[in-house]
């Protein structure tokens, strides 16, 4: 499963930035996808582009009505008015909202280095892939089981999709885990760690 290309066919997928140190969430079309860099555009009158011009990061999520949920989080960059172009030719409506020169407000953006994950939410058990772009550099998903295991099995019963295995050390699969810590909560010996999430 391309994630690039999960979010290009979602198109409208939610793009959070940070502003006077509080989250701002909108809805932004992924307009084109080239290898493992993502463009979008805004203009240069609203709040987005001067939280992206500040910030130099955003985060991204979207899910397919099939509960494929892709998000990630990244580094951005301003792109040269060429990619503007590019974008129009690959999404024709916007000729309509933004008519020949009334284009000339817009500026073009590209996320270009991050890391992210898929999470399958649509199958049982669900499933978490993640993947990094642009040289970053991603830790696995999921909560791990530490040599302080005393292998009491309380962490069995507790996980709700089965995703933990007995053995010396008991172990999480962590394309399984859902995170939610129940398991840490639980164990007496203190032995469960959290993920270093994205």
């Not at 953006?109 to 970053?136: K, M, Q, T």
């Amino acid at each position: 499963m391309n994630p690039f290309q999960i979010l290009r066919e979602i198109k409208s997928v939610s793009f959070a930035t940070a502003s006077g140190g509080l989250p701002e969430v909108r809805i932004i079309d992924v307009m084109l996808i080239d290898g493992e860099k993502i463009y979008f555009l805004t203009a240069r009158g609203k709040p987005f582009y001067k939280q992206l011009l500040d910030g130099g990061v955003v985060a991204v999520a979207g899910m397919t009505p099939e509960y494929l949920v892709v998000r990630l989080k990244g580094q951005i960059q301003q792109v040269e008015r060429v990619w503007l172009d590019r974008i129009f030719e690959a999404n024709p409506m916007m000729n309509d909202l933004y008519p020949g020169e009334k284009r000339d407000v817009l500026e073009a953006f590209c996320i270009y280095r991050g890391v992210g994950e898929i999470f399958d939410l649509g199958r049982h058990p669900p499933y978490r892939s993640r993947f990094a772009f642009g040289g970053a550099k991603v830790e696995p998903p999921g909560y791990r089981i530490t040599e302080r295991c005393t292998a009491c099995g309380l962490c069995l019963p507790a996980c709700p999709i089965d995703a933990i295995a007995e053995g010396e050390i008991f172990r999480i699969d962590g394309e399984h885990c859902l995170e939610c810590g129940r398991c840490r909560e639980l164990c007496p010996a203190g032995a469960i760690e959290a993920g270093a999430g994205l």
